[in-house]
């Protein structure tokens, strides 16, 4: 049972697709009210993403909105990501990173990085616990700014939470790795950013910025796409995703 949990995890990423359940009522997607034990009729099913998201509501563990936004990157970024070992930087409760851990037999280890472990995290690790107990081992926790973060070779990078700068820095730690990344960048830093001001005047800063780590990402030899999720779960929707390319060594 256990193994056909894990096939079905691996193989069906569009079951984790939650918002189109929801799509009926889009005034849930954005909500940050959180689980409650009574809202797991909203996750029916037998799948592994369905019994997760219920052992959540049972925890009172997160709340949809930021149930949505991890299970949106994470479907679209896992196969760009996916590695032995991925970090979620400023990982806040860690969902994005343990998604990992639980659906991607590849990844073997799954660093959360942040500066303070809040009470969610723990509460998250053990709605993982509770269906899919392989996960949590995989799972470390680092206390540590992102400025003195180090990522061993090869490491996939999530960044959902990685506010301003902090997303550049998340952008360099995956380069310096070879690793893939996949980022929804919010709160840009309009004026202490490095992208070029003419293209702020004329694009946007907004998307002077992601175009700008867009190139950065490029001339490090990586493909980069630009994915969105829906604006219902969060205006700031945008998400970068870019894979390391294979040397011919490889």
Same mark, same amino acid.
């Given at each position: 049972m256990e193994e056909r949990s894990i096939q079905e995890g691996v193989k069906a990423p569009e079951k984790l697709r939650f918002h189109r359940e929801l799509s009926s009522r889009p005034s849930l997607h954005g909500s940050r009210n959180t689980l409650r034990p009574e809202d797991a009729r909203l996750f029916p099913g037998d799948s592994l993403p369905a019994a997760f998201a219920r052992a959540l509501c049972e925890r009172r563990a997160t709340c949809i909105k930021e149930l949505l936004e991890a299970t949106e990157v994470f479907a679209l970024a896992r196969k760009a990501v996916r590695a032995p070992a991925v970090a979620d930087l400023c990982c806040g409760h860690g969902l994005?990173?343990?998604?990992?851990?639980?659906?991607?037999?590849e990844v073997e280890r799954v660093h959360l990085v942040d500066r303070e472990r809040p009470a969610s995290?723990?509460?998250? %690790?053990?709605? +993982?616990?509770?269906?899919?107990? *392989?996960?949590?081992?995989?799972?470390?926790?680092?206390?540590?700014?992102?400025?003195?973060?180090t990522l061993e070779p090869g490491t996939g990078v999530v960044a959902i939470h990685a506010c301003g700068l902090r997303t550049d820095r998340a952008i360099e730690l995956a380069v310096e790795a070879g690793g893939g990344i996949a980022a929804l960048p919010c709160c840009r830093p309009h004026r202490g950013h490095p992208a070029p001001e003419g293209l702020k005047l004329a694009l946007g800063a907004d998307e002077a910025i992601d175009?700008?780590?867009?190139?950065? %990402?490029?001339? +490090?030899?990586?493909?980069?796409? *630009?994915?969105s999720i829906v604006p219902t779960i969060s205006p700031m929707n945008r998400v970068l995703i870019a894979s390391a390319r294979r040397t011919s060594g490889a």
């Open positions: 994005a990173g343990i998604l990992f851990a639980i659906f991607e037999r995290a723990d509460l998250i %690790l053990k709605a +993982a616990a509770d269906v899919a107990p *392989w996960a949590p081992p995989k799972v470390e926790w680092r206390r540590e700014q992102l400025k003195r973060t175009v700008h780590r867009t190139y950065a %990402l490029e001339r +490090a030899g990586h493909r980069v796409r *630009w994915k």
